[in-house]
């Protein structure tokens, strides 16, 4: 792995932001530039059960977070080149390209269908588990900022959809909602979050409990009444680990009840 000099690699980024108009050019200049800080290896093994696990070029964090703040530069400038730049960082499918990807897209000033249209086809197409996460903290991160309530929206309609991985989506929008500044129409999550907490699948049991954590932080009294509702209810396994993970966020005047509808 080759050394990184902070002074040349902030050259190499300008250079390489002069193409950012053209996307193949700059995909290709991209492409040197992390082959000439890394040795590609595949990183095979290092998320268990997944398969596919994308090519990496196991690049310095350093190099990425140089060039993610050249490319939010850039897409304050050339909005719509951002949006082609991001389809072809993505289209490349190596593990740092869709990082980039996915960040460029929440950095750049768009309408709000063509970003979720990105993140829907996006969150379909993707096999890596290190990338769910980002899709929609960073992925969304703009809009959610920038036209909350089309995030909201677009929330709703991932969670009212039968595919696992947008209804993980969903949940992850409606979170970072919830950690965006100025965001608190908190009512409104809870509305969206009755509906898929009353029928959840195995595997997004985590990501509701995470969502429903957050909120117990913001709004402990909302947030435990919320939890009555859904265990009195209905008496799954499934909602009562929810619960036992949400009622440790909880103050402990509230949890007593609770945890004993959760057993």
């Excluded at 932001?17 to 193949?24: I, V």
């Excluded at 991209?30 to 690049?59: D, Q």
């Excluded at 309408?111 to 993707?126: F, Y």
């Excluded at 709703?156 to 969903?170: C, D, N, P, W, Y």
Aim: charged share 20%; glycine share 4%; hydrophobic share 45%.
């Amino acid at each position: 792995m080759a050394n990184v000099q902070l002074g040349q690699l902030q050259q190499e980024a300008a250079q390489l932001s002069t193409h950012f108009s053209d996307p193949e050019t700059y995909l290709k200049q991209l492409e040197r530039l992390l082959e000439s800080y890394a040795s590609p290896i595949h990183r095979h093994g290092r998320v268990r059960g997944m398969r596919p696990i994308l090519f990496s070029y196991e690049v310095p964090a350093l190099v990425l977070h140089r060039l993610e703040l050249e490319q939010q530069f850039q897409a304050n400038q050339q909005p719509a080149a951002a949006l082609a730049v991001a389809d072809a960082l993505w289209a490349r499918r190596s593990y740092e390209t869709r990082q980039l990807a996915i960040r460029l897209l929440g950095a750049t000033p768009a309408s709000s269908h063509e970003i979720t249209a990105r993140l829907e086809a996006w969150s379909a197409e993707n096999q890596e588990e290190l990338l769910v996460s980002l899709l929609f903290q960073s992925g969304a991160r703009g809009l959610a900022e920038q036209q909350p309530q089309a995030l909201l929206a677009f929330g709703r309609v991932m969670l009212a959809s039968q595919t696992l991985r947008k209804q993980i989506l969903g949940l992850g929008c409606l979170q970072t909602l919830l950690s965006s500044r100025g965001f608190d129409n908190l009512p409104a999550l809870f509305n969206a979050l009755l509906p898929i907490s009353q029928d959840m699948p195995r595997k997004l049991q985590p990501f509701l409990a995470d969502v429903l954590s957050e909120l117990a932080e913001r709004t402990p009294k909302e947030t435990a009444f919320f939890l009555q509702q859904l265990l009195a209810g209905q008496h799954s396994e499934g909602s009562r680990w929810v619960a036992r993970q949400v009622l440790r966020q909880l103050p402990p005047e509230m949890q007593a009840s609770l945890r004993e509808l959760a057993k």
